[in-house]
C-alpha cells in the first residue's frame, strides 16, 4: 500500500524533474538567438543603453535593413545567391556519392572495406589548416582555382554523411532483409534501389540536412580559395562585415556597419539553415524500420 | 578479420587499383614540382631595383578593404579608359593574415597575385619584402618628388634597409582630444605637459570624480602613451632585430603615471569602443589622448558626442623634453606587386590614390599621410564644422611620431591585449607587468625569427 | 562478431553470390574513393610530407617536430587542449544522450519536435555570426542574464573572461553550437530502436530508467563512439571557440590558447608550413589513436 501510493508522487517528481531540465536547456539554447532576433530591431545606441530583451522598433529595423543592403551595392544578396549556388551544388554530389558508399561500406563485402572506412575516418579526423595549402595546389594544376568548383567539389566530399549513412544501416537496416531479396534474384543494383534506398530517407534527410549545413557555414575554404569578391558567400561576408565594426576592428577609421545591421546579417545567414532543418525534420521522424525488424 | 577470399574478379580490382594508386603519385608529383617552382624567373627585366614580368595589357587587380571601396571607385569614375578589376577584402583587419595567406599560395602556384593592395595593417612591409611581393618604390617607380611629400617619417613602417616597400594611406598620431565646454565649465587649462595631465587627472578625480582624462583599456594603449613617452620596447634596430628594454625610465614614468590615475579613477581600463565605456562612461570624457582617427570614429561615430564638443590640442609632453614626441595607432598601407604585369597603370593608380587630393584630400576618412593632401583635408575637416577647434594639432604631431617604435611581424597590440590588459583587470599595476611584457614581447619576437637585444 | 562464420556458411550456397557482392560494392563506393583520394588521402599525404620536409623540400626527419614543440607557447597549448577537452567531452556525451533520451520519452511529437529545432537553432550559427552574440552575452554591462553573471560575482567583460575561465567558457560555446546536431542524430538513432524491444524491457518491469541505460544506451553504442571519436578530434582541434573569444575581445582572451591556433599562425603568420604540418601530424595521431582505442573496444567496424 505504501509503494503503491509513493510511486505517483515518485512519477510526478521525476516528470517535474525533466520539466525543469528541459527548460533550463530551452533557456540556454535560444536564448541567445531571441537577443539576436531582438538586436536586429534595435539602433546601436539602443543596443547598449536598453534593455537586452526588449524590442526596438520597426523602424530601426527598416534601417537596419536599408544600411545592409546598400552595404556594396546589395553584396548581402549576392553573398546568399553564390552560398546558394556553392552548398545545394554540392550537397546534391554528395548525395549520390556518400549514401551508395555509406550502404556498400555496411551491407556488403569487398576488398579494401576496412580500409576505405579507416581512410575515411583518418582524413575526417586531419586538422583543417595544413590541408588547404596542398588543396590550393591540387586544385591549381587542374585548373580550376578562380572557379566556383574549387570549394564545391572539396566539399562534395563528406566523409561525415558516408560514416553517417554507414552506422544507420548497420545498426538499423537487418541485413536479412537484403540477402532475402538476393536470394529473389535481384540485382545489387536492385536490392539498393528498391529496398535498401526507400528505408534510408531519415539518413538522407540527415546526410543532407548536415551537409548542407557545413558547406553553408564553412568559412575557411572559400576564404583562401576564391579569388574575386563577388564569389564570395555569406559567411565569409559575414565576416568582411564584422571587420567593419569599429568594435571589433578599432582601426577601421569609419563607421561603416553598426552592430544591429551586423546582426540582422546573422540572421539572414542562418535562415536557410533553419528552413532546410524544418524540411528536413519531416523526413527524420521514422520509425518505419520498427515493424520490418524481427531480431 | 578481414576475409581473404580471392578471385579472378578482385585481383583484377587490385591491379585496377595500383594504376590509381600510381596515377595519385603521379599526381603528388605534379605538385611537388608546382610548389618548387616559385613564380617568375622566366622573361624578366631587372628594371627599377627589381625583377619585372613581361609587360601585358589587360585589367589591373586592386584589392581594398570596404572603407578604401569608395577609393577605387572614385579613380575608375576619373579614369574610364582603365579596366580595372577592385576585389573587397577585409582589409588584413586584426591581423587576419588575409594577404600573407593568399601570397604564401600564389608564390607556390606562380600566378594570382594582386597588382595593388591596400592593408589596414602597417607592418606588411616586414613580410612582404621576404616573400618577395612588395616591389620598391624608391628606386624608380614612384619620383622622389612625390615620396618627399609625405609626412616626414610616414612611410619609416614601410621602410626596410633604406628602401621603400609601401605607401601609407593614412596617418595614426596621437593628440589630446577634450571636452572643449566641459573644460570650460570645470575651469581647468589644457595640460602641455605630462607632469601637468597627471596634475589635471586627479585634481578631476577629487574634483568631478566619475569624468576622465583618457582610458587605457585598448589594445593599442602601449601605442598612445608609452610609445609618446619614447618606451624602447619596439625599437626595430633592422630587418629582423629588434631591441627590447620596457625597464627604461621612459617607460617606467609613463606606467607609473597611468597607475595613479587609474587608482583615483579618472583614468578608464574599459576601452573606448566597450559597451561598457559606451554605456557609463561616454558622456565623462574631459581629456583623451588618442590617434587622429577618434575625433570621427570614436567621438562622432561611436560615442555619438555632439557637433562643437570635441577639439583636438597637441599631446602633452615630459617637462624639459626638447623634442617633441608623439605615438602612432595603425594607419593602412598601400603595397604594389613585383609580379604586376601592369607597372604602369598600378603605378599611376598607386600614386593618385595616396596622393591625389579628389580621394586623400576630399574622401579620406584618415587623416592622409600625403602631406599636400592633408592641408586640403583638414580645410575640409574645419568646414564640417563638428570640431569645437581646428584640427592644426594634428598637423603639428604628424611629423612629430616617435622613430624609435617600429613594425614588427608579430603584433604589439596583441601582446599587451593577451599579456598586460587581463593583469590589470584584476587589480595589477602596469608598473608591475612591464617585465611580464618584456617577457611576452621577446619571446614573441623570436618566435618569429628576430633576433633580440636589450 | 566477425564476418568470417557468416561468409563461410554462405559461400557454398551462393557460389556466384560472393563475387558479384565484391564488384558492386566496389562499384558503389567508387565515385566516393575519387573524391576521398582527391581531396581526404591526397592533401592529408602531402600535408605529413610537409611536416617531415624544410621549405626547400629536403628530408628533415623530425627537426619540424622538435622546432614546433620548442615553441614557447606549445606546452601551454597542450595543457589548455587538454583541460578543454575534458570539459567539452563529458559534457557533450552525458548531456547530448540524456537530451535525447528525455525528448524521446516526451508523449507529445509536437513539443519533441519543437524543442529539437529550437535546441538545433545555434548550430546554424557559426563562426564570424556568433561573436556578436557572446560578446553580448558575457558582457555584464550589456547581457540579458546579468543577474546570473553578476550572481557569479562578474562584474565585467574582462573578469569574464579571466583566463581561468577559458575553458568552461569554451565548452559552453562549444556545446551551444554543436549539442544540438548531436541530439538530432540520436534522437533519430533512438527511433530506430525496435519499440518491442523497449516493450518487452517495460513489462519485465523496467522503470525509464533502467530501460535507458540496459537497453536503449546499449543500442546507441555505435552512435555514441562515433560522437565521441568526431567530439574528441574536434575538440584537440580546439579552434573556432578561442578564436571567436578573441575577436569578441579584441585579442584580450583565446588568441595562442589552442594547439590548432598556433598551426594557422605557423602557416599564415610565420610562413613555416612545414611546422604547421608538423603540429597538425601531432594532432592527428592523437586523435586517430583516440578513435582507434574506441573502435577497437567497440566493435565499430563490424558490418554486424
Known sequence: MNRSARRPVRRLTSRLLVGVALAAFLVFFVLPVLWLLLAATKTDQQLVHGNPLSFGSFRALGDNWHALTSFQDDAVMLWLRNSALYSVISLAITLVVAIPAGYALAMTEFRGRRTLLIATLVVMLMPNATLVVPLFLELNAVRLIGTMWSIILPYAFYPFGVYLTYIYFTTAVPKDLLAAARIDGCSEFRVFWHIALPLATPVIALVGFFSFVANWTNYFLPYVMLPESDQMPIQVGVGTLLSNVPSFNPAVGSLAIERPQLALATLLAITPVLIVFLFAQRFLVSGMLAGATKE | MTVKNPSSGRERTSGKRRAALLACCAAAAALTLTACSSGGGTGTTAKDGFAQAPQKDGALTVWVDATRMDAAKLYQQLHPEVKLDIVSYDGDANGSNYLQTKVQLFNRTGKGWPDVVFSSQNNEASWAVDAGFAAPLNKGLVPADTLGKFAEGANNPCTVDGTVYCLRNDLSQAVLWYNAPLMKQFGYQLPTTWEEYQALGEKVAAEHPGYLVGDAGDSYTPEIYLWASKCGANHITGPKAVSVNTSGEACTKMAKLMDTLITDKSMSISGVFSTDFAKNQADKVLLMPGPAWYGGAVFKDTLKTPAKTIGAAPLPQWKGDSSPSTGNVGGGTWLLSQHSEHLKAATDFLTWVTTDTAYQGEKAPGFPAHAPSAEAWLKGQDASGYFASDLSALKTASSQVWNGWGSGQYSQEAIWAATVKPGMTQGKTIVSMLPAWQEAIVKYAESDGYKVSS | ?304
Open chain 3, 1 to 304: 562478431m566477425t564476418l568470417t562464420p557468416s561468409r563461410a556458411t554462405s559461400a557454398g550456397r551462393r557460389p556466384r553470390g560472393a563475387a558479384p557482392q565484391g564488384w558492386a560494392g566496389t562499384a558503389f563506393v567508387a565515385a566516393y574513393v575519387i573524391l576521398l583520394v582527391a581531396f581526404g588521402v591526397l592533401p592529408t599525404a602531402y600535408a605529413v610530407y610537409f611536416a617531415f620536409t624544410d621549405a626547400g623540400g629536403a628530408f628533415t626527419g623530425f627537426a619540424n617536430f622538435v622546432t614546433t614543440a620548442k615553441d614557447f607557447r606549445f606546452l601551454d597549448g597542450v595543457g589548455h587542449v587538454a583541460l578543454y577537452l575534458a570539459c567539452w567531452l563529458l559534457s557533450l556525451v552525458v548531456f547530448v544522450v540524456a537530451l535525447a533520451l528525455l525528448l524521446h520519452r516526451l508523449a507529445s511529437g509536437t513539443v519533441s519536435k519543437a524543442l529539437r529545432f529550437l535546441f538545433y537553432i545555434p548550430g546554424a550559427l557559426a563562426g564570424a555570426a556568433s561573436v556578436l552574440v557572446w560578446l553580448f552575452m558575457l558582457d555584464p554591462t550589456v547581457s540579458p542574464v546579468n543577474s546570473l553573471l553578476s550572481m557569479l560575482g562578474f562584474h565585467t567583460f574582462g573578469e569574464v573572461i579571466a583566463p581561468g575561465n577559458l575553458p568552461v567558457l569554451f565548452t559552453i560555446i562549444a556545446f551551444w553550437t554543436g549539442a544540438g546536431g548531436w541530439i538530432v542524430v540520436m534522437y533519430g538513432a533512438l527511433n530506430n530502436i525496435p519499440m518491442d524491444v523497449v516493450e518487452a524491457a517495460r513489462i519485465d518491469g523496467a522503470g525509464p530508467w533502467q530501460t535507458a541505460w540496459h537497453v536503449q544506451i546499449p543500442m546507441l553504442r555505435k552512435w555514441i563512439v562515433y560522437m565521441v571519436i568526431l567530439a574528441f578530434a574536434g575538440g584537440a582541434q580546439l579552434f573556432v571557440e578561442p578564436q571567436l573569444l578573441s575577436q569578441a575581445s579584441v585579442g584580450v582572451a583565446g588568441r595562442d590558447y589552442s594547439l590548432n591556433q598556433l598551426t594557422y599562425d605557423f602557416a599564415f603568420q610565420m610562413n613555416n608550413i612545414n611546422g604547421a604540418a608538423a603540429v597538425s601530424v601531432e594532432l592527428l595521431v592523437v586523435s586517430v589513436s583516440a578513435a582507434a582505442v574506441f573502435v577497437a573496444r567497440s566493435g565499430f567496424f563490424d558490418a554486424d
